[in-house]
């Protein structure tokens, strides 16, 4: 007898595994609960991501939507710290619901999650303003570390994802229609940059660079007004069109 598992069936038993097998002892758990809301079309991935998120006492599933229309409303009502999106939806996609999210709520984090790496998608979600990317099949603690990075201001990457963006940068060199680089940086301003692309936050950097975290601060808002962005995804954007630091 042949037993024939739809994608949606696979996508939850691979929750599951992840529910599972996680390593949830890296997690210090804080004084407050992080909010979350997921966004996917599929019914059983909800359920697998919740059920996984369940286990950990710092995060909470308030509440999750399976298109990008409901996904607004949804996250208008319950304001959450972070959005996890799957890019592919019906009445409105991830990207252009990350979009508008940004634009009304930019103090909301967004993940963007697919069963897809394609380039077009990586760079169409970090240009929404994305701070993290991973493929459904990333490894079992990818997710729960992207968390935690993008809720503290980082960005995040799975390791498909980020090889794949290490490639983007040598193709974007060569793209035709890439948009010059007119803006000139210090050696110091690099040095940032280079490293908040790398996943640094502010005081982190600081302490490698023996600086104040003010310090970093300042440069960094001096960085992003030279660059005509609004966030750290716009940043890490700009820096890899223009080929200011590498992966």
Avoid at 47 to 54: D, H, V
Wanted: proline share 2%; hydrophobic share 45%; charged share 25%.
């Amino acid at each position: 007898m042949l037993l024939v598992i739809s994608k949606p069936a696979v996508i939850f038993m691979k929750c599951r595994q992840l529910c599972e097998t996680a390593d949830f002892n890296f997690l210090a758990v804080s004084s407050s609960t992080i909010k979350i809301v997921i966004a996917d079309d599929h019914e059983l991935f909800r359920e697998g991501f919740k059920a996984m998120l369940n286990r950990v006492p710092e995060y909470e599933v308030i509440g999750e939507a399976a298109n990008g229309e409901e996904l607004l409303n949804v996250t208008e009502q319950l304001q959450p710290d972070i959005v996890i999106v799957d890019i592919i939806m019906p009445k409105m996609d991830g990207i252009l619901a990350t979009e508008k999210i940004k634009s009304r709520f930019p103090g909301i984090k967004v993940i963007a999650i697919s069963m897809f790496d394609d380039d077009n998608s990586i760079i169409d979600m970090l240009e929404a303003g994305a701070s993290g990317y991973l493929v459904k099949n990333a490894h079992k603690n990818d997710f729960l570390q992207a968390l935690r990075k993008v809720y503290e201001g980082n960005m995040y990457y799975c390791n498909q994802t980020t090889l794949k963006l290490a490639r983007l940068i040598a193709d974007l060199h060569y793209h035709p229609h890439r948009k010059k680089l007119k803006t000139e940086f210090t050696s110091r301003q690099i040095e940032i940059i280079q490293l908040i692309g790398n996943g640094f936050a502010s005081k982190e950097i600081a302490g490698k660079l023996k600086l104040t975290t003010r310090t970093i601060e300042n440069y960094r808002e001096k960085i992003m007004e030279k660059m005509d962005v609004n966030n750290t995804a716009g940043l890490i954007v700009y820096a890899i069109k223009h080929r200011l630091f590498k992966i």
